[in-house]
């Protein structure tokens, strides 16, 4: 009975083993500040939007001097070391000690956007020593749009740590997720036109292949209602005869030609004198 319990209790022990080892090797998301109930479709969206990222690492190398000589990790909505369990999102590690601080974390993170850019903050990093009145670090990184471009030129712009509150760390990168939707160049006159050529193809096309396959015509009576374009042509002439004359119909012509009728009757003896006798 005992090595039977022993064996439950082992059953049990590997069980939460696997739970727990499950549940770490899921990468946690970006948690936007505030209940979840609170967060805006928008920033729902913008998310969505960052999520093709997610899967990158980016890194950039500091080096001031002898002092500073810092590396900079940073991952869109994941934490840089999953295994620290710290939350993470953006971390400097000083190379001369090793020593890592966390910048900002994804559990605090805001995020909106403009035409074409989506800044992206990570609050809650490691407290600032001497500087900043002792305050938690954030990251500022700003994406901007550049079509056809994955993720590129990841870098540090600058480090406000001079005030007495509200200091940052500010990093740009270019990606085409900060792209607005490109719109079609056609204006509507233009797509008008265009379905106005394709239906009169296909009737055309379509006309001709039934004259000819169904019907059995030859020639000029293959073009589809070839009787009524021909009808159309002029009665489309009669009417142009009509709109443009500048004249009625009645009306006769200034100049007339020489007829028979004006040349009167001649004598039929006018050349008899010039026969010879």
């Known amino acids: ?142 994406i901007s749009c550049k079509r056809g471009v994955t993720a590129s030129s990841f870098s540090i712009i600058s480090e406000e740590r001079e005030k007495e509150q509200e200091c940052f760390y500010l990093f740009e990168m270019d990606s085409n997720v900060a792209c607005p939707a490109e719109n079609s160049h056609l204006s509507v006159g233009s797509i008008l036109l265009i379905t106005f050529a394709s239906l009169i193809a296909v009737y055309i096309i379509g006309g001709f292949l039934y004259q000819r396959l169904v019907v059995g015509a030859k020639g000029m009576e293959q073009f589809p209602h070839f009787a009524f374009w021909q009808d159309l042509g002029n009665l489309v002439a009669d009417g142009c005869d009509f709109v443009c004359r500048s004249k009625p119909r009645n009306t006769p012509a200034a100049y007339r030609g020489v007829g028979d009728d004006q040349l009167g009757e001649e004598s039929e003896e006018r050349d008899d004198h010039l026969l010879p006798m």
């Open 1 to 142: 009975m005992s090595s039977h319990c022993h064996s439950s209790a082992l059953l049990l022990v590997f069980m939460a083993l696997a739970v727990s080892g499950a549940e770490q090797s899921e990468e946690r998301s970006c948690d936007v500040i505030g209940d979840e109930s609170s967060e805006s479709q928008m920033e729902r969206a913008l998310l969505k939007k960052l999520e093709p990222l997610s899967h990158m690492r980016f890194n950039v190398t500091v080096e001031k001097g002898k002092t500073e000589n810092y590396v900079y990790q940073f991952r869109v909505c994941r934490e840089v070391n999953s295994t620290a369990h710290d939350y993470g999102g953006l971390v400097q590690t000083d190379r001369q000690n090793g020593k890592t601080t966390v910048i900002g974390r994804i559990n605090e993170t805001q995020v909106f956007n403009g035409s074409d850019w989506i800044m992206l903050i990570y609050k809650g990093g490691d407290s600032y020593g001497s500087h900043c009145s002792g305050e938690k670090r954030r990251a500022v990184i700003m």
